[in-house]
């Protein structure tokens, strides 16, 4: 049961630009998410995250967009630079749960060119 | 470094044997994770421990697995009799268990270890 989708499995984006990460989810009980990054050979690695009860949420090149009533975030990242490269993946978690487990999405990997 | 470890970071094995995965996380949080990552897929949550107690391992893949926290401090996680399908990433991740002014709990951020690379043969 994958209550947390990413649809777009790559995209590639040129260096200056903005890239665009989607992520839906289908469990209403999610209020906090998380977005990770992951190079190769190596653990994800926190980036940003935002509360349900915010809808964006900035820190740096880095916004995380959250639309309660579609079940869905998008996390931008302005400019794009060729560090960027890495798989992003969103995950989603219910702070009623005693244990916090998150639930993640497939993955998207990016790639920045020149 | 003050992150969180795990060792190894890498393990070849043959079927049927036992193997052990070290991961200690970072030195405040009292919450310690288990995760599985397969190729194309996210981490999948395996269990959980809140200090030496572990409060959720449902999500255990069979009973060839089992983690221990015996100290609160570094865990364990073992699988017994190997099979070709545990090949996989195991991720560890730690958090603090938080609570704002009005004991409510909020949001908790997971740091992640490098991970232990298993291949079964």
């Known amino acids: ?114 | 470094d003050t992150g969180v470890s795990q060792d190894p970071r890498h393990k070849i094995t043959k079927r049927g044997q036992n193997v052990t995965f070290r991961c200690d996380p970072i030195s405040e949080h009292n919450r310690l994770y288990w995760y599985r990552q397969t190729l194309g897929q996210g981490p999948e949550f395996l269990t959980y421990f809140q200090n030496e107690a572990q409060l959720e391992k449902s999500r255990l893949l069979s009973d060839r697995f089992s983690a221990e926290r015996p100290k609160g401090s570094f865990s364990t996680l073992e699988i017994q009799r190997t099979e070709q399908g545990d090949s996989a990433m195991y991720l560890c991740a730690s958090s603090l268990r938080n609570r704002d002014l009005n004991f409510r709990r909020v949001g908790e951020t997971q740091y992640f270890g490098p991970g232990t690379r298993l291949l079964v043969l």
């Open chain 1, 1 to 114: 049961d994958q209550q947390v989708k990413q649809n777009s499995p790559s995209l590639s984006v040129q260096e200056g630009r903005i890239s665009i990460l989607n992520c839906d989810y289908t469990n209403s009980m999610f209020d906090y998410f998380l977005w990770y990054k992951k190079y190769p050979a190596e653990g994800p690695t926190f980036l940003i995250s935002i509360s349900s009860i915010k809808d964006k949420n900035e820190d740096g090149r880095f916004t995380v967009f959250l639309n309660k009533s579609a079940k869905h975030l998008s996390l931008h990242i302005v400019p794009s630079q060729p560090g960027d490269s890495a798989v992003y993946f969103c995950a989603a978690r219910r702070t009623t749960d005693s244990w916090g487990k998150l639930q993640f999405g497939a993955g998207t990997q990016v790639v920045v060119t020149p």
